[in-house]
């Protein structure tokens, strides 16, 4: 990674990585001769896109850097039991 974890979102790393124009789900139907008269196509379409915006906002909210934290480090060490509090362990 070229750049700091604390500037990469999850976006970044979604567009990254998926095919060009990727889409969370897709409603058309390439043998559907309906799909121009269809009302349930139209809501359909502004719900799918509604989401992929609202998808891709909240992948732009996370920063890569956020996915690790001082706990995650210590349980990578080893040393996670020594920070959990006795109540909490199994």
């Known amino acids: 990674m070229a750049r700091a974890p ?3 979102s999850l976006l ?11 889409e969370l789900f897709s409603i058309d139907n390439p043998f ?4 121009d008269r269809c009302y349930v196509h139209d809501v ?6 509604e989401m992929d915006r609202d998808f891709r906002n909240r992948l732009a909210s ?4 956020s996915l690790y934290s001082a706990d995650r480090a210590l349980e ?3 040393l996670a039991d020594a920070i ?3 109540h909490m362990k199994a």
């Open 44 to 49: 359909l379409s502004g719900l799918r896109n």
């Open 76 to 78: 990578k060490e080893g």
């Open 62 to 65: 996370i920063k890569v850097s």
């Open 12 to 22: 970044d790393v979604f567009e990254a990585v998926a095919e060009p124009n990727v």
């Open 6 to 8: 604390s500037t990469v």
């Open 84 to 86: 959990t509090p006795s």
């Open 32 to 35: 559907s001769d309906w799909k």
